[in-house]
């Protein structure tokens, strides 16, 4: 099945400082997906990319979809304590499995 | 806040019983999936439902069935419980099979 890695697995920095994750799959993607999830939540939606080369951008958080759409990633300028929490990358199979990566937890001091 | 609602909130069984998760969607959401995230980990596909049909399935055994209903309402159910079971599910729902996912609160399952 379709698999995706996600790095870093953790990301500890301090407020105001930039942060990036990075989703890698070895087959071309159809789309990929971001979702946040807070500690003791559930996801949340962010964004979805289809296009390859894609980059959208909302507020401080830029999401990229690489050329051979075989990776992405999300960056955040300036974090601040309200980025807390796992961020994930998923991805649709051809039976509409959504196969979610490991996720980054990001932390932020003060 | 999404729409998505599910039921109960938090359950403890024991290994062995039966369990009913409820789920309902998003209005105007015909599809909807479960999930079962450990904890450390992101959510695992367990299926899919469409129109009252199941869509699509992942790697977990035959004890996991579901229904959805007219209302576009589901249920997860699991058989024969074992405390490897013990997770968030969590029910999503979405306008059509290859959208966004909007995910309710998610039920704490904990299985001793």
């Known amino acids: 099945g379709q698999q995706v890695m996600q790095i870093p697995q953790y990301q500890h920095v301090q407020e105001g400082e930039d942060f990036t994750t990075y989703c890698n799959s070895s087959t071309t993607l159809s789309n990929i997906q971001w979702y946040k999830q807070r500690p003791g939540g559930h996801p949340v939606f962010l964004i979805q990319?289809?296009?390859?080369?894609e980059v959208k951008k909302q507020k401080r958080l830029t999401f990229q979809f690489g050329e051979a759409k075989k990776n992405s990633s999300l960056h955040i300028t300036a974090t601040q304590t309200t980025d807390v929490g796992t961020y994930f990358c998923a991805v649709q199979g051809s039976n509409y499995k959504l196969t979610f990566g490991k996720g980054t937890l990001l932390t932020v001091n003060p | 806040e999404t729409g998505v609602t599910q039921s109960p909130t938090h359950l403890i069984k024991t290994r062995g019983q039966q369990v009913t998760l409820r789920c309902s969607s998003q209005s105007g959401h015909n599809t909807v999936s479960w999930y079962q995230q450990a904890l450390g980990q992101g959510p695992q596909f367990i299926f899919q439902?469409?129109?009252?049909?199941?869509?699509g399935r992942g790697n977990f055994p035959p004890r996991f069935s579901g229904l959805q209903f007219p209302n576009y309402s589901s249920e997860l159910n699991v058989n024969a419980l074992e405390l490897d079971d013990s997770a968030l599910y969590l029910c999503?729902?979405?306008?059509?099979?290859?959208?966004?996912?909007?995910f309710g609160q998610g039920t704490r399952l904990t299985v001793v």
């Open positions: 439902y469409y129109r009252e049909e199941e869509n």
């Open positions: 999503a729902s979405s306008l059509a099979v290859n959208r966004e996912a909007f």
């Open positions: 990319l289809v296009k390859s080369g």
